[in-house]
């Protein structure tokens, strides 16, 4: 990393006391790179957490800001936490540094900012890790949820799969996982700038921040050696977040899989209008390819050309195919329902089989 550039991260905190020195030994004790800043945003904290701080901050390797805050109840989540904690960190970290956000009772892998970098280096604007459930909370989960959670990951790698075939993204090559996890985000200042900063939202901040990234085309990149360890437990600090999806899934199983996967043959269609949509777009407008492929995308999404015509030339791709996609009613999310899940991966599997009979001919 070029000296001039300062490494920053921001993170949410809520009553860590107990978790808090063990997320910043993790990040104090880095192999290959060492972070510049750290901004600690307490969010109607009641326990001993600033104590805990305030012990060990003299011995960090890096400078350390905390703002300790007592926001209104309904605003007094992790979303207003990392926005804020974020935008304080952009200040000390300049037009030219990096922003880095994790959790209060995350730790981050000994060689966390190391890779995330060589991830930026390598021409990423943003990266996405992976957070593991630490070994020794897992062992306190069920089975049956660690087995919900493998089965649903193992289909969520079968739909990125499909989408890195039919549109692959030379910034984010296979292997990559599928996570846009709060406890493990690099992001460039001027990207996160551009993307307009976390949402204050009070679920699904971290989501919400990817979505934006991708509207206006920044190169993020899934790493799968990018990894922090997060906890496990199923009391957790945040309503909605992992722990209550925990703690809910112990007394009854959801009906439902998580909410950003479908049907294996609405994905297929998804991957092949993003496609033909990046094609359109490289088309000169006037030729007659570039009317036909837009006619036929419009078949595709059940929307009038005229319409297609007017939202596919946005400034940004990414803006584009989210006008685009919002506005298909092919396209509309619906939930897959866990019963049926062993049915839409058989799909999935049939179609990348297909996917990979047809590449193999078009190598011959």
């Known amino acids: ?37 750290a901004v600690l945003l307490l969010n109607n904290c009641t326990d001993a957490t600033a104590d805990r701080v305030r012990d060990v901050a003299a ?11 007592t926001y209104p109840l309904p605003i007094a989540h992790a979303g207003t936490a990392r926005c804020e904690a974020m935008e304080e960190a952009a200040t000390v970290a300049g037009p030219d540094g990096i922003l880095m956000t994790t959790d209060a009772d995350s730790m981050v892998a000994p060689d966390w900012l190391a ?25 306190l989960i069920p089975d049956s949820l660690h087995a919900d959670d493998r089965a649903e990951m193992a289909y969520a790698t079968l739909l990125d799969r499909i989408h890195d075939l039919i549109d692959p993204d030379p910034h984010d090559p296979w292997p990559r996982h599928t996570e846009h996890s709060g406890a493990s985000i690099a992001v460039r200042v001027g990207a996160w700038r551009q993307a307009g900063g976390i949402p204050p939202l009070p679920l699904g901040e971290d989501r919400g921040f990817l979505a934006a990234l991708r509207r206006m085309d920044a190169a993020i990149r899934h790493a799968p050696d990018v990894t922090v360890r997060v906890s496990g437990r199923t009391v957790g600090r945040a ?12 007394i009854r199983q959801d009906e439902m899989l998580d909410d950003s996967l479908e049907a294996a043959g609405t994905c297929l269609l998804r991957a092949q209008a ?19 492929t837009a006619r036929s995308l419009a078949r595709r999404l059940d929307l009038p050309l005229s319409r297609v015509l007017e939202m596919m030339h946005a400034r940004f791709f990414g803006m584009a195919w989210s006008q685009l996609e919002t ?6 999310r619906r939930p897959v329902r866990r019963a049926e899940l062993d049915m839409h991966a058989r799909q999935a599997e049939q179609i990348l089989r297909h996917l990979h009979v047809s590449r193999s001919a078009t190598c011959v």
């Open 274 to 292: 993003r496609a033909s949509l990046r094609r359109v777009r490289a088309l000169p407008q006037s030729g007659r390819q570039h009317h036909e």
């Open 327 to 332: 506005a298909s009613p092919p396209l509309q």
């Open 239 to 250: 309503r909605g977040g992992m722990a209550d999806t925990m703690a809910r899934r112990v």
């Open 59 to 69: 011995y960090l390797p890096f400078s350390l800001s905390l703002i300790e805050r």
């Open 1 to 37: 990393m070029s000296p001039a550039r300062s490494l920053v991260a921001a993170i949410p905190v809520r009553n860590e006391a107990e978790r808090i020195g063990h997320c910043l030994h993790a990040l104090a004790t880095q192999q290959g790179a060492c972070l510049t800043h």
């Open 115 to 139: 890779r995330n970098l060589a991830a930026l280096d390598a021409g990423a604007d943003a990266v996405c890790g992976r957070a593991l459930i630490d070994p020794a909370d897992a062992l």
